[in-house]
């Protein structure tokens, strides 16, 4: 129960965080937090740390923890890295995965056209993230999978407002359709070429990053 309600308030503070709630480098409450979500501080530490590993937050030993919004062309390196990692992902896996693997993979693709559907891009985004960590897992690659993961897990909610994007969403389904076809096929360089392509942020959602970036007032200080 507390692991559920620790995400439920990571989801919700990470949510204000990159909605510009709280300021760069503002020390959060733990006891006015405590008492906005009804909980001890368990959870809210969990929460914390959670949101430390995706690098929204600086826990400070016996200071606290502290919001911390990452620049512009930070976040932009930190996307070029991922693409770069997904798609070696999308060539070992291409290479290596088994049926079995196969159809969890479609079954997770599967499952984000439900959430497409439904218009639900938290779902989406839950679904799309199933989808890419059992690509890391296709690879047969534990160390670029865990690699993989560490940086997944610091573009998370970033990777979550760019689904917010009108539009973004179909388009997403459309390249995971894409990957799975070339998945398929056993094509190497098909697969990697869709998923570097996937996660890239260039051409127009470099364009839609930088406006969400800026509305959503996640400009680092100085």
Known sequence: MDQRRADSIRQTLEQLIITGAFADGERLDEIRLSQRFS??????REAFQMLAASGLLELVPRRGAYVRHPGI????EMFEVMAELEGMCGRLAARRLTNDSLKAIKKAALDCEMALKSGDSDAYYDENERFHNL???ASGNSFLASEARKLQRRLQPFRR????????????????????????????????NALRDHIAVQGEKFNDLMAHYNKSKLKRAG
Not at 39 to 44: E, F, H, K, W
Not at 162 to 178: A, D, F, K, P
């Open 135 to 137: 690509l890391y897992d």
């Open 161 to 192: 407002m760019q689904l917010r994007v009108r539009g973004r969403m179909m388009q997403s389904m459309e390249e995971h359709r894409t990957i799975v076809a070339a998945l398929e096929a056993g094509d190497a360089d098909a697969a990697e």
């Open 73 to 76: 062309i930070e976040l932009v």
């Open 39 to 44: 909980v001890s501080r368990t959870p809210l």
